[in-house]
C-alpha cells in the first residue's frame, strides 16, 4: 500500500508530504486541498495506465499543464516522491518501493526523471530503474547488471513501456501491477447509477456506471457473491425482497428491477423509480464483491444522498475493504465534509488528515487526527463527539 506520499509543485501542493494508513479520511473547508490530494493519487495511476500524461490532464481532466505548478513556485517541474510498501502474504515483512517522477512542462509536457528503488527486509536498496530523458537503465536481477535503452519522447512512464524481454524483473513488474490496480469514484451519481448497461460488467465506473451490469454479472457468475450483497443492502432496507437483472444472456441491455414488500403485497419497478440513497448503498456494497479487488480506490464525499444514521454502514463497510487480508486488501481515500462521517473515526486518529488553509496561507497545511490527540482529550469531560469538535473550529480545518 501506498505508506507516503511528497508532492511538490502540483496544483496548491508545493512540498506537502502525508503519512498514509490502509483507510484515509481528509477533512477540511473548501478550496483547503482535499480533492487536490485525491488527484495527486491518481496522477500516479495515469502514468502507468494512460498513454500519453498531458492527454490525461487535458482530455480526461480538463486542465491546461501550464496552470498545474504553484503560482508561487518559480520552478515549472512537478515531483512525486512516493513510498509502497508491497507483500506477498500477511506473515512475510514488507517490501519498500521508492518512486519518484519528475514532470517538466516547457513547450510540451515531458517526464524528465524518474526512477525505482527497492528495500527487501535486511538487505541494501537496488535502484531497480532510473530515467533520465530518453536514457533509461533497468536492473536485470538474474544477471545482476544494468541494461541501457532508449525511449524516445514518451509520454508517460517508462515503467510503462518495459516488459520482461528488456530485461524487466518481477519485481519491476510486481509494482507496476500495485499501480495499475487503482479505481477512482467521483460522486456516485443517481443518473449513472440508473443508466442501463449492455453486457456484463466486472466492475462499476466512476459515477456508478455499470451497475445494472455488474448486478447481472454477480446473478450469471457469482450468485452466491450476489445473495450476500442483497443481504447487506436488506439490512438497511429490509422491504427489499429481490433485486434483478431485466437482461438476457449475451450483450443484452440489463436493467435494474427492484422487488418491494408493501404490506401483503410485493411490487416491482425500475431503477428509474429506486430511491437515489438505495442505489448508492447498493454501489457501494458492490465494491467488496469485485472480482478483481483494486489496490487503492478515491472516493469524493461517500456521505452524499446517504441518511446520516446509514453513514456508521457505508463507513463499517469502507474500513473493512481496508481491513482484509493480502491480496485483497484495499487502500481507501475519501474526502468529506460530514462531521458524521468523522465520528466514525475516533477509533483511529491516524487516519484522518485535517486540511487548514488560511487566508494569507499559499499551501495547505495538513495534520493527522492524531496530532491534535490534546485537543480530544481536554473535550472528553464535555462528551462532545469528533464531528462537535471540528464544527466548532477546535480540531481546526474548519470553514472560516
Not at 508491497?86 to 515483512?93: A, F, H, K
Not at 479487488?293 to 446517504?306: D, F, K
Not at 481515500?333 to 468523522?342: C, E, I, K
Request: glycine share 6%; with cysteine.
Amino acid at each position: 500500500m501506498l505508506r507516503s506520499l511528497t508532492v511538490r509543485n502540483f496544483k496548491s501542493l508545493d512540498g506537502v508530504t502525508f503519512s498514509f494508513e490502509p483507510i484515509n479520511l481528509f477533512v477540511g473547508p473548501n478550496a483547503s486541498g482535499k480533492s487536490t490530494a485525491l488527484q495527486a493519487i491518481e496522477v500516479l495511476h495515469a502514468l502507468i495506465q494512460r498513454p500519453s500524461i498531458s492527454e490525461y490532464f487535458a482530455k480526461e481532466r480538463g486542465w491546461d499543464y501550464r496552470d498545474l505548478p504553484h503560482r508561487r513556485n518559480l520552478s515549472r517541474t512537478m515531483s512525486w516522491q512516493a513510498n509502497f510498501e508491497l507483500r506477498s502474504s500477511p506473515d512475510v515483512e514488507p517490501e519498500i518501493y521508492r518512486y519518484e517522477v519528475e514532470l517538466q512542462p516547457r513547450r510540451n509536457l515531458g517526464i524528465g526523471r524518474e526512477s525505482l528503488v527497492l528495500t527487501r527486509p535486511g538487505r541494501d536498496p537496488i535502484e531497480l530503474m532510473t530515467r533520465t530523458g530518453r536514457q533509461t537503465r533497468v536492473f536485470d536481477e538474474k544477471r545482476e547488471r544494468y541494461l541501457t535503452q532508449k525511449l524516445f519522447n514518451l509520454p508517460c512512464s517508462a515503467l510503462q513501456a518495459l516488459t520482461a524481454r528488456d530485461g524487466s524483473t518481477g519485481s519491476i513488474l510486481r509494482f507496476r501491477q500495485q499501480l495499475q490496480s487503482f479505481q477512482s469514484f467521483l460522486l456516485w451519481n443517481p443518473r449513472d447509477l440508473r443508466r442501463p448497461h449492455q453486457g456484463l460488467a466486472d466492475r462499476l465506473g466512476p459515477s456508478g456506471e455499470r451497475l445494472p451490469g455488474f448486478w447481472a454479472y454477480l446473478q450469471r457468475k457469482e450468485p452466491a457473491k450476489a445473495q450476500e450483497l442483497l443481504l447487506l443492502v436488506q439490512r438497511i432496507f429490509p422491504r427489499v425482497e429481490a433485486i434483478q437483472s431485466s437482461g438476457r444472456a449475451g450483450w443484452a441491455w440489463h436493467h435494474l428491477v427492484i422487488h418491494e414488500r408493501i404490506g401483503d403485497r410485493v411490487i416491482q419497478y425500475p431503477a428509474d423509480q429506486a430511491s437515489d440513497g438505495l442505489l448508492r448503498m447498493l454501489a457501494v456494497f458492490s465494491l467488496k464483491f469485485v472480482p478483481d479487488p483494486p489496490r487503492t480506490i478515491t472516493l469524493e464525499e461517500p456521505e452524499n444522498g446517504v441518511h446520516p444514521h446509514l453513514l456508521s454502514q457505508v463507513i463499517s463497510h469502507l474500513k473493512d475493504l481496508a481491513d482484509r487480508k493480502e491480496p485483497r486488501k484495499t487502500q481507501v481515500f475519501m474526502s468529506s465534509h460530514s462531521p458524521y462521517v468523522l465520528n466514525e473515526f475516533a477509533d483511529r486518529p491516524e487516519s484522518v488528515h485535517i486540511f487548514e488553509k488560511g487566508s494569507h496561507d499559499p499551501i495547505p497545511q495538513v495534520r493527522t487526527l492524531k496530532e491534535r490527540r490534546s485537543v480530544i482529550t481536554a473535550a472528553e469531560g464535555f462528551n462532545r463527539s469528533l464531528g462537535d469538535l471540528w464544527y466548532s473550529n477546535l480540531l481546526g480545518g474548519g470553514a472560516r
